[in-house]
Protein backbone atom coordinates (compact mmCIF):
# COMPACT_ATOMS: atom_id res chain seq x y z
CA UNK A 1 0.00 0.00 0.00
CA UNK A 2 1.26 3.41 -1.11
CA UNK A 3 1.99 5.80 1.98
CA UNK A 4 2.71 9.82 1.50
CA UNK A 5 4.36 11.19 4.79
CA UNK A 6 4.74 15.52 4.66
CA UNK A 7 7.10 17.10 6.27
CA UNK A 8 8.48 20.75 6.70
CA UNK A 9 4.90 22.46 6.78
CA UNK A 10 5.27 25.90 10.24
CA UNK A 11 4.55 29.54 10.34
CA UNK A 12 6.36 31.93 8.48
CA UNK A 13 5.91 35.87 8.33
CA UNK A 14 4.98 36.98 4.64
CA UNK A 15 7.52 37.26 2.10
CA UNK A 16 9.30 33.79 3.43
CA UNK A 17 10.18 30.74 2.42
CA UNK A 18 9.66 26.75 3.49
CA UNK A 19 10.00 23.89 1.56
CA UNK A 20 7.73 20.70 2.12
CA UNK A 21 8.46 17.19 1.62
CA UNK A 22 6.68 14.05 1.03
CA UNK A 23 8.70 10.39 1.48
CA UNK A 24 6.89 8.18 -1.06
CA UNK A 25 6.44 4.72 0.94
CA UNK A 26 6.13 1.31 -1.08
CA UNK A 27 5.23 1.70 -4.91
CA UNK A 28 2.66 1.30 -6.97
CA UNK A 29 2.14 1.91 -10.93
CA UNK A 30 -1.31 2.92 -10.88
CA UNK A 31 -0.50 6.34 -10.69
CA UNK A 32 1.94 8.67 -12.57
CA UNK A 33 2.25 11.79 -11.60
CA UNK A 34 2.85 13.44 -7.79
CA UNK A 35 1.34 16.57 -6.88
CA UNK A 36 0.86 18.70 -4.01
CA UNK A 37 -2.86 19.59 -3.00
CA UNK A 38 -3.77 22.47 -0.10
CA UNK A 39 -6.82 23.40 1.70
CA UNK A 40 -7.62 26.20 3.63
CA UNK A 41 -10.87 26.66 6.40
CA UNK A 42 -13.79 26.56 4.51
CA UNK A 43 -12.78 25.95 0.75
CA UNK A 44 -12.57 23.29 -1.42
CA UNK A 45 -9.03 21.08 -1.58
CA UNK A 46 -7.00 22.95 -4.85
CA UNK A 47 -4.03 21.28 -6.67
CA UNK A 48 -1.20 23.61 -6.18
CA UNK A 49 1.93 21.76 -8.26
CA UNK A 50 2.03 18.81 -10.18
CA UNK A 51 5.26 16.59 -11.59
CA UNK A 52 5.00 14.00 -14.12
CA UNK A 53 6.71 10.82 -12.48
CA UNK A 54 8.36 9.50 -15.67
CA UNK A 55 8.90 12.36 -17.31
CA UNK A 56 10.04 15.36 -14.94
CA UNK A 57 6.94 17.61 -16.27
CA UNK A 58 5.73 20.42 -14.12
CA UNK A 59 2.37 22.01 -14.04
CA UNK A 60 1.37 24.91 -11.01
CA UNK A 61 -1.68 26.26 -10.49
CA UNK A 62 -2.15 29.93 -11.55
CA UNK A 63 -2.12 31.61 -7.54
CA UNK A 64 1.55 29.80 -7.16
CA UNK A 65 2.99 30.48 -10.73
CA UNK A 66 6.97 31.86 -10.17
CA UNK A 67 6.30 31.42 -6.45
CA UNK A 68 6.71 27.57 -5.65
CA UNK A 69 8.65 25.19 -7.49
CA UNK A 70 7.51 21.36 -7.49
CA UNK A 71 10.48 18.73 -7.58
CA UNK A 72 11.43 15.04 -6.91
CA UNK A 73 14.07 12.67 -6.28
CA UNK A 74 13.53 9.68 -7.98
CA UNK A 75 16.17 8.26 -5.65
CA UNK A 76 15.13 8.83 -2.58
CA UNK A 77 11.83 8.61 -3.36
CA UNK A 78 11.17 12.03 -2.78
CA UNK A 79 8.66 15.04 -3.80
CA UNK A 80 9.86 18.42 -2.72
CA UNK A 81 7.18 22.25 -2.91
CA UNK A 82 9.57 24.55 -2.43
CA UNK A 83 7.38 27.89 -1.61
CA UNK A 84 8.91 31.32 -1.91
CA UNK A 85 7.43 34.52 -1.59
CA UNK A 86 4.78 33.52 0.85
CA UNK A 87 1.60 35.43 1.11
CA UNK A 88 -0.77 34.85 3.87
CA UNK A 89 -3.21 33.79 1.34
CA UNK A 90 -1.09 30.69 0.78
CA UNK A 91 -2.02 29.48 4.73
CA UNK A 92 -3.95 26.07 4.17
CA UNK A 93 -3.08 22.40 5.17
CA UNK A 94 -0.98 21.15 2.04
CA UNK A 95 -1.60 17.30 1.12
CA UNK A 96 1.04 15.83 -0.79
CA UNK A 97 -0.99 13.38 -3.31
CA UNK A 98 -0.04 10.63 -6.22
CA UNK A 99 -2.88 10.76 -9.47
CA UNK A 100 -3.34 9.63 -12.79
CA UNK A 101 -4.00 11.73 -15.60
CA UNK A 102 -2.48 13.39 -18.89
CA UNK A 103 -1.67 16.91 -19.39
CA UNK A 104 -4.50 17.24 -21.61
CA UNK A 105 -7.16 16.45 -19.35
CA UNK A 106 -10.13 18.75 -18.94
CA UNK A 107 -9.44 18.49 -15.07
CA UNK A 108 -5.77 17.78 -14.96
CA UNK A 109 -4.69 18.08 -11.67
CA UNK A 110 -8.16 17.58 -10.34
CA UNK A 111 -9.05 15.60 -6.59
CA UNK A 112 -11.01 12.93 -9.08
CA UNK A 113 -7.20 11.50 -10.45
CA UNK A 114 -5.90 10.90 -7.40
CA UNK A 115 -5.63 7.95 -6.03
CA UNK A 116 -3.26 8.28 -2.42
CA UNK A 117 -3.55 11.11 0.21
CA UNK A 118 -1.08 12.11 2.48
CA UNK A 119 -2.36 13.19 5.91
CA UNK A 120 -1.21 16.78 5.14
CA UNK A 121 1.23 19.80 6.92
CA UNK A 122 -0.09 22.83 8.41
CA UNK A 123 1.42 26.04 6.37
CA UNK A 124 0.72 29.62 7.96
CA UNK A 125 1.71 32.46 7.05
CA UNK A 126 1.23 36.00 8.58
CA UNK A 127 1.34 38.99 7.15
Known amino acids: QVQLVESGGGSVQAGGSLRLSCAVK????????MAWFRQAPGQEREGVAQVYVGTGGTYYGDSVKGRFTISRDNAKNTVYLQMDSLKPEDTAMYYCAAGFGWSTSPNRMSKDEIKYWGHGTQVTVSS
Open 26 to 33: AYSNNYNY
